[in-house]
């Protein structure tokens, strides 16, 4: 006899495991350690990780990193552990959003964002979608909040996924995701 139980939407799982994200990762925003001075370490526009001018090369390592990094209200990038604190550089953002999956259509769609580190972000209040535009360029710099002050530069082709998704609102084009609307720059650009 075949079984009746159904196996869970896919979607849905995805959206579950969205919202659970960054449960397992280091308290870093309640420790308060002593500042300790600068690392040259470098997360470059690209996402590679350079310490002393030679990439990073080993993945563990920069997931190790990438869970005890912050960005404080100084808008200084740091490694924290409960008794050190160490500035490093971040040249646009620490992570990458390499991938969007959208589930619903409309003002009921939610994005979900994954990461180059693994983690996962759905766009909405907690998560907001931003896009600056470089006056000079006019390139834009598309920006997903991850966690805690920190967010990821959208790759080229999880932007054009995004801007496939656009819809005009009152003149203004951009996404829908988690009840919010996000505009993807200015009409002017």
Known sequence: MPSTTQSPDPMQSLLKAAREAGSGLPPVERWHPEYCGEMDL????????????TRITRDRLV?????????????????VTPVEKIAIQVEVAPFLAVRVDAVGEGREQSLVFHTNMDELAE???????SVSIDPETGEPTPLVHVRGNLEALMTRPVFYELAALAVEEDGVLGVWSGGQFFALGSGDA
């Open 42 to 53: 470098v997360i470059k526009r690209d996402g590679s990780w350079w310490h002393e001018g």
């Open 63 to 79: 997931r190790l990193f990438a869970t005890i990094l912050r960005k404080d209200d100084d808008g200084i990038h740091y490694l």
């Open 123 to 129: 766009a909405g209040p907690d998560h907001p979608i």
